[in-house]
């Protein structure tokens, strides 16, 4: 890719920058909104960008799903999952005793509810993460914001306190969009598709799922969108593990192209972490063992004269 420009949910300092980032060589690019972002890619604008699809705590990121599903044409070619830390920052010389509020975006702030509950630390909203850490760098005021290790080097705050969110194990999965080109296999892959139905019907969803199962086919994600058409109509957006590229998912397909009123391909693309490769290798080895289980049934099968079994 001879564009480096990858645009980012801004603004500078947000996990959004952070994560675009981790990509290496790059040139980010901010814009306002989730929309902003996928129209500057759908334009040629830019050439890709890094999207927030899901966060460990907060679930789906509906503008960004439904942008893809609904409203762009553009292809997964990579996730980014970034573990996401929360600081206490203020300015130099500030202690926490001396913090009359805290400011953050909304969710940011929930997710140090118990952290800032125990210190009686009174909380004030802000437009993002950065925007917060913004402010109180260019304020006289003895106040804090909670956000990234990013914003902290930006606006030249220091730590109070590191990693104060109330639930260690959150983190945020980006995926970066580009337009045609989908991303070679690896051995190591995720495909996400959306489903279309026809109609709905008693069986439905198990007849897609059915297609997925019948091939050993692993599910990473199910989730139900509506389709904005009328009340209680749904689309699935399925992710499994396994590429385009592969026989067995493109037979899978394949077959739900031939059955379904429509199949969006929303990309194949590598994938964060090994446990996929391993259960893959799984599969595959259990089904050349049944594939050589049930050929050796078959070559034991004595043919008399004229085609018929013999006895």
Same mark, same amino acid.
Request: glycine residues 6%.
């Given at each position: 890719?001879?564009?480096?420009? %990858?645009?980012?949910?801004?603004? =500078? ?19 306002? &909104? ?24 907060? $679930? ?6 439904? $942008?893809? *599903?609904? !409203? ?24 926490? =005793? ?31 993460? #950065? ?11 003895? /106040?804090?914001?909670?956000? #990234? ?16 969110? @109330?639930?260690? $194990? ?6 970066? *969009? ?7 296999? &690896?051995?190591?892959?995720?495909? #996400?598709? *959306? +489903? ?25 994600? /199910? ?11 749904? +689309? ?8 385009? !590229?592969?026989?067995?998912?493109? @037979? +899978? ?9 429509? %199949? ?20 595959? /080895? ?9 050929? @050796?049934?078959?070559?034991?099968? #004595?043919?008399?004269? $004229? ?5």
């Amino acid at each position: 890719m001879n564009d480096p420009r %990858v645009g980012y949910l801004g603004p =500078e300092g947000s996990f959004s920058h952070e994560a675009v980032l981790s990509l290496g060589e790059v040139e980010p690019v901010a814009y306002v &909104t989730i929309e902003d972002l996928l129209a500057a890619v759908t334009s040629g604008e830019i050439a890709r960008a890094l999207v927030p699809m899901e966060n460990a705590l907060e $679930g789906t990121v509906s503008a960004a799903i439904d $942008g893809l *599903v609904f !409203d762009h044409d553009l292809i997964i070619v990579q996730e980014v999952v970034l573990p996401i830390h929360l600081h206490l920052l203020a300015r130099a010389g500030v202690r926490l =005793e001396d913090v009359t509020v805290v400011r953050s975006f909304v969710h940011a702030l929930a997710q140090v509810r118990q952290f800032l509950h125990d210190r009686s630390l009174r909380s004030e909203q802000s437009t993002s993460t #950065s925007q917060a850490a913004r402010d109180v760098a260019a304020s006289p005021e003895p /106040l804090a914001a909670v956000a #990234s290790t990013l914003a902290a080097d930006m606006f030249h705050l220091e730590f109070l306190a590191r990693d104060i969110e @109330d639930h260690p $194990g959150n983190a945020t999965r980006f995926v970066l *969009v580009g337009r045609d080109v989908v991303a070679a296999p &690896t051995g190591h892959d995720r495909t #996400s598709v *959306v +489903c279309f139905q026809d109609a709905d019907r008693p069986g439905s969803l198990f007849a897609i799922l059915g297609r997925f199962a019948a091939r050993d086919l692993n599910l990473t994600k /199910l989730e139900s969108r509506p389709t904005k058409r009328a009340l209680g109509d749904y +689309c699935f957006v399925i992710e499994f593990e396994g590429h385009v !590229d592969d026989d067995v998912v493109a @037979d +899978c397909l394949v077959d739900l192209q031939a059955h379904l009123a429509r %199949v969006k391909f929303l990309g194949s693309y590598p994938v964060t972490g090994e446990g996929s490769h391993r259960r893959r290798r799984e599969v595959d /080895l259990a089904r050349r063992s049944a594939i050589e289980w049930i050929d @050796d049934l078959r070559s034991r099968v #004595s043919m008399g004269e $004229g085609g018929a079994p013999s006895i």
